[in-house]
């Protein structure tokens, strides 16, 4: 079963070659986009679907490249899940020892990196890659902690996080649904604070940790609502 594995493989790494040698052709003759952010990353995740990883990767990789050539936030937000999908599709190659725990950082890792691009670009003030991030720290950034942490106070923490972000660009970039976001964010980080308690996880430091990142998340708020308060008005 090896060798039609891997000529499957090598075929669809020949076709996303051809599919990026297209794209390259197009915008080195200044043609129009013929694929759009949809297109484009939904060539990515059908890759994925059929690879065992290494075709995967590369879509996705290259999917991220054109997504960024032709601004598109949605294609670039599909393409990382393409990568992350032939990383996953990897496992089957049994190369890395401990499969789950790489698995579970690099999540974690990509997911902390959604978050700080979604924090700069809410000061760069561009809201439609501000959107695209802000999805993709909210799916993968929680699965990140869980999968490295368990269900544990850090949840609470990462949660907190990203209603802080969310709620400070809903107000920077006078957005309401982002706004209503960051609350929903906070209501959601109290409710795993409650399980957490019923199930006597909670440690002191912990404890302290999570009232702090509450007390910082509400005190910035507080300040911006107040220094933004015409803005917010007329919202």
Not at 36 to 57: D, H, K, N, Q, T
Not at 111 to 119: A, E, Y
Not at 131 to 142: K, Q, V
Not at 162 to 181: C, P
Request: hydrophobic residues 60%; contains cysteine; proline residues 3%.
């Amino acid at each position: 079963w090896q060798l039609p594995w891997i000529f499957h493989e090598i075929s669809l790494l020949i076709l996303v070659f051809i599919w990026e040698w297209i794209e390259g052709f197009r915008r080195a003759h200044q043609m129009p986009d013929h694929r759009g952010a949809a297109g484009r990353g939904s060539f990515a995740l059908m890759v994925v679907l059929i690879s065992a990883g290494p075709a995967g990767i590369v879509a996705g990789l290259l999917c991220l490249k054109r997504s960024f050539n032709w601004k598109q936030p949605a294609a670039v937000a599909l393409s990382i899940y393409a990568i992350l999908g032939g990383i996953f599709a990897m496992h089957a190659w049994d190369i890395i020892p401990d499969f789950s725990t790489f698995l579970g950082w690099t999540l974690l890792v990509v997911g902390v990196t959604m978050l700080g691009s979604q924090v700069y670009t809410i000061f760069a003030g561009l809201p439609k890659w501000t959107s695209a991030w802000l999805w993709n720290a909210h799916i993968l950034l929680p699965i990140g902690v869980f999968a490295v942490a368990g269900w544990s106070e850090w949840l609470v923490v990462c949660t907190l996080a990203l209603s802080l972000a969310t709620w400070v660009g809903g107000i920077l970039q006078l957005r309401r649904g982002m706004r209503v976001f960051g609350a929903l964010d906070l209501v959601l980080s109290f409710c795993i604070a409650l399980l957490i308690l019923q199930e006597g996880m909670l440690d002191p430091i912990m404890l302290l940790l999570m009232l702090g990142a509450l007390a910082i998340e509400l005190g910035i708020v507080a300040w911006l609502g107040t220094r933004y308060d015409l803005q917010l008005a007329q919202d």
